[in-house]
């Protein structure tokens, strides 16, 4: 099984390329995939999560709690400036409030789940951004209503509905760390919990690789039949994503951090909320029965942009 475990560790890059092809292969050729496939996003994605918290020492985790000056970092980049290059980024799309408002929903919210596996690949520092994870939930609760306010204005801010964010905080962070907790005290004490532990941390690949292609071919259905409605969100998201490698770069220089805190500040302000945003915008009026596409399409290309980034950024910030 070691041996197995590295060769996939070697080959992961190659091995969530396939993963994504899989899914929209299989999410085109069997459009009836797309309901269960977005029905296992969770548990899988929560499974995931999971095994990336086995990885970390809780030890070094209480540590990372006191590293203010990468908080503070990660703070300015996903709540200052992350909100000025969506402004510039949303003027493509400020023509049509539909699009606008599933473009500001998705970019405006930084991720707190599967950045964490991504920022680890690359050579981040997974304990810090673990720690870092229910700040920067609690402060895109907070901040995205008045961000709408701001953008939209408040007659829209009163439709949206903000406790699908403390249901997926719950399932996807509180669970699957509380989980990976207990199973290290086990390792510690017993031989199943070690065995358990061993298993779970040779579980990474594979279900990185489920989850990517379970997320798409749970969309691409979706996306394929309204093509022509989102050609024009597309790029936003890729100039996004280049705009807040640089960004994420000069932040960390200008706090003075280390390489692997560098590495996390780029891949957190590159990388959205898109799956635990999304409950949100289902529950919008249906006059914005697009918007979960728009969001969906974020997602789509994002993954495509983390396999990019786990072999880039480490070239980047060496």
Known sequence: MAQGVKWMERHQVALYLVALAVGAVAGL????????????INPVLGLLLYVTFLGVPFARLRLAFRDWRFLTT????????????????????????????????????PCVDYVIVFAGLAGGSRERLLAAAPLLMLAQILLLPAYLWLFVGEEFVQ?????PF?????????????????????????RWGRVLERVGLAAMVPLMMLTL??????Q????????????????????????MVPV??????AAGLDVPAKRTVVFSGATRNSLVVLPLVLALPVAFDLAPLIVVTQTLVELVVMVV??????????
């Open 74 to 109: 990660l703070l300015v980049v996903n709540f200052v400036l992350v909100p000025v290059v969506v402004w510039v980024l949303s003027r493509i799309v400020a023509h049509d409030q539909v699009l606008l408002i599933g473009v500001l929903f998705v970019l405006l919210t």
């Open 159 to 163: 439709a949206v509905d903000l406790r």
């Open 29 to 40: 050729l069997f459009p009836a995939l797309a309901h269960p496939a977005e029905t296992a």
């Open 248 to 253: 994420g770069m000069l932040a960390g220089a």
């Open 213 to 218: 292609a379970v997320v798409v071919a749970s």
């Open 309 to 318: 980034f786990v072999r880039l950024i480490p070239r980047l910030v060496p």
């Open 220 to 243: 691409i259905a979706g996306v394929g039949q309204q093509i022509t409605g989102l050609l024009l969100v597309i790029p936003v998201y890729v100039f996004f994503a280049a705009v």
């Open 166 to 190: 403390a249901e997926a905080f719950l399932l996807l962070i509180v669970l699957p760390l509380a989980a990976a907790a207990l199973t290290q005290l086990a390792a510690a004490r017993t």
